[in-house]
């Protein structure tokens, strides 16, 4: 079945770093665009981190541009989020979601919390 798991959240000082890791699992990966969404307590989720299907192409949320970075493993169907100099604003839910890049549909992971805080 379709699975796609992260890992890596934690509780993390201001100006700290994390690795956030998404294991999929059940489909054809590199028909998916993947993307990082975050969600704070009484906050929509936002999209964070998009990336391609080949890896080739990459955007980012405003507020995390120079801070974090998308990559893919397309040999080991893994998507990481490396996010550095971490901030409190960035305390959230995260969540791996995989997009079919050839129109609609898509699956969502159970989310990794992050927290930022001294």
């Known amino acids: 079945q379709v699975q796609l798991v992260e890992s890596g959240g934690g509780l993390v000082q201001p100006g700290g770093s994390l690795r956030l890791s998404c294991a999929a699992s059940g489909f054809t990966f590199t028909d998916y665009v993947m993307n990082w969404y975050r969600q704070a307590p009484g906050k929509e989720r936002e999209l964070v981190a998009h990336?391609?299907?080949?890896?080739?192409?990459?955007n980012y949320a405003d507020s995390v541009k120079g801070r974090f970075t998308i990559s893919r493993d397309n040999t080991k169907n893994l998507v990481y989020l490396q996010m550095n100099s971490l901030k409190p604003e960035d305390t959230a839910v995260y969540y791996c979601?995989?997009?079919?890049?050839?129109?609609?549909?898509?699956?969502w992971g159970q989310g990794t919390q992050v927290t930022v805080s001294s």
């Open positions: 990336i391609s299907s080949f890896g080739g192409s990459t």
């Open positions: 979601n995989a997009r079919y890049q050839y129109g609609g549909g898509g699956y």
